[in-house]
């Protein structure tokens, strides 16, 4: 996420910053790094380095580990561009839809959207939100029809129940 929460928990310093063109970036100074997941545990995100990733202790099928290949997505996106990536990719089958917030005319929206408005949806701005204001919209889907729903686990938890 760079909020540089990681740099604190580091045993050995070997995390850093460098300001890039948009934003900051987490360094990591290979040499000093032992590996200990410190950073990993503490990560908002909960992003894991794709190096230092047991995968025979992945058990849970709904665990995916993620980034964009476009590194200005990449690199702008809090979210590693993931959350961008997997909904575009979704809504490329028929039927598929998404439940998420979007910004329109310069106003923040919720609602099912198709592929064509994946790219107006925001970075990580669902926290002070009235996120759940339209999911009276999944309602209407028809039969058959797929939904991606992006939000926060209280929100994805209580979409549940609505």
Same mark, same amino acid.
């Given at each position: &996420? ?28 290979? *040499? ?22 047991? =995968?025979?202790?992945? $058990?849970?099928?709904?665990? =995916?580990? $993620? /980034? #964009? ?6 690199? $702008?996106?809090?979210?590693?561009? %993931?959350?961008? $990536? @997997? #909904? ?16 329109? *005319? ?6 099912? @959207?198709?592929?064509?408005?994946? *790219? /107006? &949806?925001?970075?990580?701005? /669902?926290?002070? %939100? ?19 729903? @992006?939000?926060?686990?209280?929100? @994805? ?6």
């Amino acid at each position: &996420m760079q909020c540089g929460v990681c740099l604190s928990v580091c045993p050995k310093g070997a995390l850093d910053y460098k300001k890039g063109k948009q934003c900051y970036a987490i360094t990591i100074d290979h *040499d000093r790094c032992i590996g200990c997941g410190s950073c990993a545990k503490v990560c908002p995100s909960n992003y894991i380095f794709k190096d230092r990733v047991d =995968f025979d202790r992945l $058990t849970d099928k709904n665990v =995916f580990l $993620t /980034y #964009a290949k476009d590194e200005n997505v990449q690199f $702008t996106s809090s979210s590693g561009g %993931t959350v961008r $990536t @997997i #909904a575009k990719e979704f809504v490329r089958q028929d039927k598929s839809f998404i439940y998420s917030l979007y910004e329109q *005319d310069n106003v923040l929206k919720c609602g099912v @959207i198709d592929g064509s408005l994946v *790219d /107006y &949806m925001p970075n990580s701005i /669902y926290a002070p %939100t009235m996120w759940g204001r339209g999911l009276q919209q999944v309602k209407r889907l028809s039969a058959g029809s797929r939904l991606l729903v @992006i939000g926060l686990p209280c929100q @994805i938890k209580a979409a549940k129940k609505v």
